[in-house]
């Protein structure tokens, strides 16, 4: 089996739903696209061909065929295809990382030590022949709809173990263990993305992830890039912009409802963000279906 099977496959099943194989992702560019920002779940994203540049804060990765990226948290990032063309589209494919169940795979083997995760927390490595060949034989389960109860969990549960002992395992074993660093900004970082409007206390965020205030701030920036009030204000935005796109409320009644005190700070923030005011920037989306931001990024990480 090789990436030359995991591409043909890609490209059959992409634009299909693959609901059917839980957690199972496949996208394909058939152009480069424009920076496009969003909010980034946890997941493996593979490239089978063509490639993806990735920014977190002033971090640039970029990864392409046979290689893949670990995304461990949350994280609002800005991701577009670099390489993709009619004849040669980007083809990727993605598993979510589900935290539950890379904690079941460690307490049922004797892995390495966790060690301490990479900073900062996203991570490109070259995908080996085993990974490979796992994902091919789980895209192939859509067309075996009869295997799929059987199979995709086995077959989730090798990917993940092809993670954990492969280069970027000491990251991806800290999505599982509930007391890792990962694991303690993750709590915080859901906190922010359930509760958006409301007045940020890092404080309290510090003390609902175990940690003192200090370690609190440094470990948080070393994972995202970013600060607590910084990560607030992405996911504040992410939520105005689909809000504008889907809605026919005002630019102010949108930047109150996502937490902003102000409409002029609100307008200057979001335009820093986009490159454009809200306002221009909604009437674009709405008149340009392809350039429209997704709920979340992971399809396309």
């Known amino acids: 089996m090789s990436l030359e099977e995991l591409r043909t496959l890609i490209a059959r099943h992409a634009g299909r739903s693959t609901a059917a194989v839980d957690g199972l992702l496949l996208s394909a560019e058939y152009r480069p ?34 290689q893949y990226l ?18 040669r589209p980007l083809l990727g494919a993605g598993l979510a990382l589900r935290p539950a169940a890379i904690a079941s795979l460690l307490l049922e083997t004797d892995g390495a030590p966790p060690g301490r995760p990479p900073t900062p927390a996203l991570a490109v490595s070259d995908a080996s022949a085993d990974l490979v060949d796992a994902f091919v034989r789980m895209i192939r389960l859509l067309d075996r709809p009869a295997d799929i109860p059987v199979l995709a969990p086995m077959l989730e549960r090798e990917i993940l173990w092809r993670l954990v ?26 906190w922010i993305r359930d509760h958006y409007t409301e007045v940020l206390r890092v404080e309290d965020l510090a003390r609902m992830s175990g940690m003192s205030l200090s370690p609190f701030h440094r470990h948080f920036r070393a994972l995202t890039s970013m600060t607590p009030i910084q990560y607030q204000k992405q996911i504040r935005l ?8 889907s809605s026919t409320e005002d630019v102010a009644t949108v930047g109150f409802a996502v937490g902003y005190d102000s409409a002029s ?28 931001p997704p709920d979340s990024l992971t399809l396309r990480c």
């Open 165 to 190: 002992t492969g280069q970027q395992g000491a990251l991806v074993r800290q999505i599982g263990l509930a007391d890792s660093r990962v694991t303690q900004v993750g709590r915080a970082l859901r």
């Open 33 to 66: 696209t424009p920076p496009q920002a969003g909010i980034a779940d946890p997941v493996l994203a593979v490239v089978a061909q063509g490639a993806k540049r990735i920014v977190l804060g002033d971090r640039v990765y970029d990864y392409g065929a046979g």
């Open 238 to 245: 992410q939520e105005a912009r689909l809000r504008l796109m």
């Open 70 to 87: 670990v995304v461990p948290l949350d994280l609002p990032v800005t991701g577009h295809a670099t390489e993709a063309s009619p004849k």
């Open 265 to 292: 700070q609100f307008s200057r923030e979001y335009r820093r963000r986009f490159g454009l005011p809200p306002g221009r920037d909604a009437t674009r989306l709405r008149a340009e279906p392809d350039a429209a």
